[in-house]
Nanobody
């Protein structure tokens, strides 16, 4: 059974950094993709970054390129999102998603499994 649990959100000033964690279980077979998405109030869920559980096949959305880094520790079943140079527009609930069907990483509909989300608030 697949389970995803996010943690690490909080309140941070613009220009600061934060690391989110996604504890995964049930991703032992091949072909899994794990992604971070975010959703601000009144907006659709948007992609942030993705990788496989071993930390390869990296993808980033344009708004976060050069500022965010996704990584994974397969031995610990963890996926991380290191966020640097945060901006107020990065404020959102951040979700971890996982899927094995091989769809394009960019769409939220490509993911069957989601965590409960963690709030990130960036103040100016």
């Amino acid at each position: 059974q697949v389970q995803l649990v996010e943690s690490g959100g909080g309140l941070v000033q613009a220009g600061g950094s934060l690391r989110l964690s996604c504890a995964t279980s049930g991703l032992d077979s091949t072909g899994w993709k794990v992604a971070w998405f975010r959703q601000a109030p009144g907006k659709e869920r948007e992609p942030v970054a993705s990788c496989n559980p071993s930390g390869g096949d990296l993808e980033y959305a344009d708004p976060v390129k050069g500022r965010f880094t996704i990584s994974a520790d397969k031995a610990k079943n963890m996926v991380y999102l290191q966020m640097s140079r945060l901006k107020p527009e990065d404020t959102a609930v951040y979700y971890c998603g996982a899927d094995q069907r091989g769809y394009w990483w960019y769409f939220s509909s490509s993911y069957l499994y989601w965590g409960q989300g963690t709030q990130v608030t960036v103040t100016s």
